[in-house]
Each structure stands twice: as C-alpha cells, then as structure tokens.
C-alpha cells in the first residue's frame, strides 16, 4: 500500500458547503480508529492486531473500518505519516512565531518536542516498534519528514553556535530527541513536573 493509496483511502470526501454533520462524525470516528490503532500497536506490536479488534476498540464493526482504510497497513501510514507532517508543520511554525530571536525558537522547538512526546507515546513507541512494517514508499516519506525536521533544528542550533559542525549539531538533535521521546514511557512523575524536568534537560544538552 502506497502512500498515495492510504491518504485516498483514508481522507474525508471533501464537501463543497463546508463540512455537515456526516462528515464531521466520519472524521471523528477516523480519528477514533487512528487513537485506538496507536494504542493496541503500541501494546501488542502492528503485526498481532487484527482489523476486528481495532474496529472493535473504537466501536465499529472490522468491515467499517474499510469505510476509513483500506487496509491494515495504510492504519499504520496515516499514524506515522500524519504525526510526521505534524512535527514538521509545527516546528516551522514554532520557529516563524520567534521570528529572529534563535534561542526563543530554540526554546519553543523543546517546549513543542515535549508536549507532542506527552501527549503521542503510544506513537513514538508505534514508530520504534513498526517503522519497517510501513510499504517502502511510506516509510521513505516518513523518513522524509523527519530528516527535514531535524533540519529545522540544525538551523536554529546553528544560529546558536555558527562555529560549531552541521554534522555536530545534528548529533545534539537526535541526542534531545532520544531525551524526549524515552522519558514519557517510564516517568510517573505527572505531566507538568515530567514536562519542565525535560525541557531543562533538553536545553541543557543542546547547549552545553
């Protein structure tokens, strides 16, 4: 299943009046099946879950699900794809609200990091776990999106520290990542305290 494919299948028909009722119920109940889909992969491993139990976790029949997907796999695509173009969207947007101030955009880029680690740990475990059971072209375009989003890292530390190599502060990228993106699954520390004790950490490693 290519890319292509998933996002044909999976996206809303639009609607030339705006969204009705319909659509706003198909879209909720997409969104449905993509949160339950994160959590039973993320628990059991993409390859140990059926379409029926993932209907049935949302509260739709298996055979529904086709009304969203067309198979199990674009699932897999529309969660890891979207939640890549969503990192990316957002840290651009991060970076334009700071305008040229790098170490505020420094700062919002940690700040966006940790809230979407909170709130999507089921997907990064999704993404540790299943990245390979993506068809090649989709996980070429995840693989896209988050080369470009490490980018936009690497240009806001290199206004930081211009004497300092790319290649370093990429380094110092993935090293923040890693930071992030573990903590969620074992801290049991709350969220507001678990969110200020990585941003501290964060900014500390990406500019000691």
Same mark, same amino acid.
């Not at 969203?68 to 991060?94: C, D, P, T």
């Not at 776990?129 to 290199?158: G, I, T």
């Given at each position: 299943?290519?890319?292509?494919?998933?996002?044909?299948?999976? $996206?809303?028909?639009?609607?030339?009046? !705006?969204? #009705?009722?319909?659509? /706003?119920?198909?879209?909720?109940?997409? @969104?449905? +099946? +993509?949160?339950?889909?994160?959590?039973?992969?993320?628990?059991?491993?993409?390859?140990?879950?059926? *379409?029926?139990?993932?209907? $049935?976790?949302? !509260?739709?029949?298996?055979?529904?699900?086709?009304?969203?997907?067309?198979?199990?796999?674009?699932?897999?695509?529309?969660?890891?794809?979207?939640?890549?173009?969503? +990192?990316?969207?957002?840290?651009?947007?991060?970076?334009?609200?700071?305008?040229?101030?790098?170490?505020?955009?420094?700062?919002? *880029?940690?700040?966006?990091?940790?809230?979407? @680690?909170?709130?999507?740990?089921?997907?990064?475990?999704?993404?540790?776990?299943?990245?390979?059971?993506?068809?090649?072209?989709?996980?070429?375009?995840? /693989?896209?999106?988050? /080369?470009?989003?490490?980018?936009?890292?690497?240009?806001?530390?290199?206004?930081?520290?211009?004497?300092?190599?790319?290649?370093? +502060?990429? #380094?110092?990228?993935?090293?923040?990542?890693?930071?992030?993106?573990?903590?969620?699954?074992?801290?049991?520390?709350?969220?507001?305290? #678990? /969110?200020?004790?990585?941003? @501290?950490?964060?900014?500390?490693?990406? #500019?000691?």
């Amino acid at each position: 299943m290519s890319m292509t494919d998933a996002r044909a299948a999976a $996206a809303p028909e639009p609607t030339p009046g !705006g969204a #009705t009722a319909r659509d /706003r119920a198909k879209a909720e109940r997409r @969104a449905a +099946l +993509l949160s339950a889909a994160a959590r039973l992969f993320a628990e059991r491993g993409f390859p140990r879950v059926s *379409l029926d139990e993932l209907g $049935a976790a949302a !509260g739709v029949s298996g055979p529904a699900v086709y009304k969203h997907f067309v198979s199990k796999q674009s699932v897999l695509a529309a969660i890891l794809v979207e939640a890549s173009e969503g +990192l990316l969207a957002g840290g651009r947007a991060v970076i334009g609200a700071a305008g040229a101030d790098a170490r505020a955009a420094l700062e919002g *880029l940690v700040a966006f990091h940790v809230d979407f @680690a909170l709130s999507n740990a089921d997907v990064i475990r999704v993404q540790d776990h299943d990245l390979d059971s993506l068809a090649d072209d989709d996980r070429h375009a995840v /693989r896209a999106l988050q /080369r470009q989003y490490v980018e936009l890292w690497v240009d806001v530390l290199a206004r930081l520290r211009p004497a300092e190599a790319r290649v370093a +502060l990429r #380094t110092r990228a993935h090293a923040c990542f890693g930071l992030i993106n573990s903590t969620p699954h074992s801290s049991r520390a709350g969220a507001r305290v #678990t /969110r200020s004790i990585l941003e @501290a950490m964060a900014l500390a490693a990406l #500019t000691a």
